[in-house]
């Protein structure tokens, strides 16, 4: 793991959500790197464990949980083993999310003749449960996990929530409403949670990460010789710097938010790391 700079975590204890991921995996093994007790949360615990010992592997502290960020009790679960086993947090990560098929459209613009072709998911055709799916595993998935760990949090030195937010929330990308509208919703509610808890000490701030190759978006991205797809190369096209970010990359922004010597005055805000791309007109 390459880390921009180091800061001392010892003794934090950092909980992180979707870190069987690879973005949040990478963001789990920083964290360990630079000396926190790591509890990396997933709804796959193989995914959670095997992050968890890479960690381990390499000098640091951290176990690898089971965990639904859509059931409250899974979550709270969670929470006593952390308990026992590392104290009580002092950084949570809401980093679970995706998106899902049925919240997705075929086409990106709608064209009439579209509406006669057999097989094709227009706007007409998106199905509510899948938007609601998506929905709930962003925003609510980051709101249950604030709930369930924030208490322990009150008042303690040093106390942040970094959410995860997206692109799609400064502006939304076409065929992807349900995705864009929810992590629209992640970055009002990392304002609003900010605000509600300066009274308690918990900073409260998000990272909108550009576009970066995972496992959810590699099929949409990249074609099976490793060739970048059509939709890809609309996305480097409005890339500034012509590339997909690597998840090093998000690194020294975490680092940041999380350290209270560097960041104790930041609060309330969503941090792009998208080289360019929101900054970018087309033109």
Same mark, same amino acid.
């Given at each position: ?10 003794? %934090?204890?950092?909980?992180?959500? !979707?870190g069987?991921? @690879? ?6 093994k ?7 007790k790591?509890?990396?949360l997933?709804?796959? @615990?193989?995914n ?6 890479e ?5 640091g502290?951290?176990?690898g ?12 679960k969670?929470?006593d ?5 590392? !104290? ?8 679970a !999310? ?7 459209t ?27 799916? #998506? ?5 609510i ?9 924030? %208490? ?37 509610f ?7 808890m300066s009274?308690? !000490?918990?900073r409260v ?14 099929s949409?991205?990249?074609n ?9 190369? %609309? ?30 005055? #930041? ?8 080289g ?8």
């Open positions: 793991m390459k880390t921009p700079f180091k800061i001392n975590l010892k003794n %934090k204890v950092c909980v992180v959500t !979707g069987g991921g @690879v973005l949040c995996g990478a963001f789990s920083a964290l360990g790197a630079n000396g926190a790591v509890a990396v997933d709804l796959r @615990v193989e959670a464990q095997a992050v968890a010992d960690i381990n592997a390499a000098g502290t951290a176990i949980i089971e965990a639904n960020v859509l059931k409250k009790e899974s979550l709270e969670a929470r083993t952390i308990l026992k086993k590392f !104290g009580t947090c002092d950084i949570l990560l809401n980093g !999310g995706g998106n899902h098929p049925k919240g997705t075929g086409n990106e613009i709608l064209h009439e003749e579209d509406l006669d072709k057999e097989g094709l998911t227009t706007f007409f055709d998106l199905d509510p449960d899948g938007i609601q799916f #998506v929905f709930n595993l962003n925003f998935g980051t709101l249950l996990p604030s709930q369930v760990f924030s %208490k322990d949090m009150i008042n303690k030195p040093g106390a942040t929530i970094i959410n995860i937010s997206s692109m799609n929330a400064f502006t939304p990308l076409t065929k992807i409403p349900a995705y864009s509208g929810a992590k629209a919703a992640v970055s009002n990392t304002k609003w949670l900010a605000v509600h009274g308690v !000490g918990i701030n998000a990272i909108a990460p550009g576009f970066f190759l995972t496992d959810q978006n590699r949409l991205l990249t099976e010789d490793g060739s970048y797809t059509a939709r890809a190369g %609309k996305i480097l096209g409005q890339t500034p710097m012509g590339r997909f970010g690597s998840p090093d990359e998000l690194i020294g922004t975490l680092l940041w938010l999380v350290d209270e010597g560097a960041s104790g005055f #930041v609060n309330g805000t969503i941090i792009p790391v998208d360019g791309f929101s900054a970018y007109s087309g033109v």
